[in-house]
């Protein structure tokens, strides 16, 4: 699940967090903006999205 528009380290995040699932956004690159808003002299950028998975619901392929 994801999409919470919401920034690492929000109550919604803490609380998935504490149920058990990872946020592969932060495991993958912490740092990279998720959201960006380009204005007349600026670019703005934000880590606002997130994808939370259970790792017991992920199972390596045959092979791997």
């Known amino acids: 699940m994801g999409d919470f ?3 690492p380290g929000s ?5 998935l ?4 699932l990872r946020n592969a956004l ?4 912490a740092n ?11 670019t703005l950028s934000r880590q606002m999205d ?5 790792p017991s619901s992920i199972a390596p392929r ?3």
């Open 62 to 64: 045959p092979g791997d």
């Open 50 to 54: 997130h994808i939370f998975y259970s």
């Open 32 to 42: 990279a903006p998720t959201w960006r808003w380009k204005t007349s002299g600026i």
């Open 5 to 7: 528009n919401d920034s």
């Open 11 to 15: 109550l919604v995040a803490e609380w």
């Open 26 to 29: 932060m495991e993958a690159d």
């Open 17 to 20: 967090e504490a149920q058990g």
